[in-house]
């Protein structure tokens, strides 16, 4: 399975940013898809996740009613829109594929496959 991120950037706080996540593979259509991220000097962190169907997402309470995750099953891709961004936002971001399970876990150690990240920097 292949990762891959992008959308991240350098925003003033409060403004927004969208970030994507393409996963390919034999069997994308099962795998749970999740957000992570990670600043300087700290372990990943859950950010979001939404079920292989869709149909379920759930957030950590920092980023719940400012941030969506979303996939587009036909494009093989995991949308995530940071809107009201704040100065500590700032990490890369990490998307991160599960084979085991239908959505995904909090847990970093749970994920077989991660891309390389894009980094998110939020200024005042």
């Known amino acids: 399975v292949n990762v891959v991120e992008s959308g991240g950037g350098l925003v003033q706080a409060g403004h927004s940013l969208r970030l994507s996540c393409a996963a390919s593979?034999?069997?994308?259509?099962?795998?749970?898809l999740t957000w992570f991220r990670q600043a300087p000097g700290k372990e990943h962190e859950f950010v979001a996740a939404?079920?292989?169907?869709?149909?379920?997402?759930y957030y950590t309470d920092s980023v719940k009613g400012r941030f969506t995750i979303s996939r587009d099953v036909a494009k093989n891709t995991v949308y995530l829109q940071l809107n009201s961004l704040k100065l500590e936002d700032t990490a890369v971001y990490y998307c991160?594929?599960?084979?085991?399970?239908?959505?995904?876990?909090?847990?970093?150690?749970?994920?077989?496959?991660w891309g390389q990240g894009t980094q998110v920097t939020v200024s005042s």
């Open positions: 939404i079920s292989a169907s869709g149909a379920t997402t």
């Open positions: 593979g034999p069997t994308y259509r099962t795998y749970a």
């Open positions: 991160a594929a599960d084979e085991a399970r239908s959505l995904g876990t909090t847990d970093w150690s749970d994920y077989d496959y």
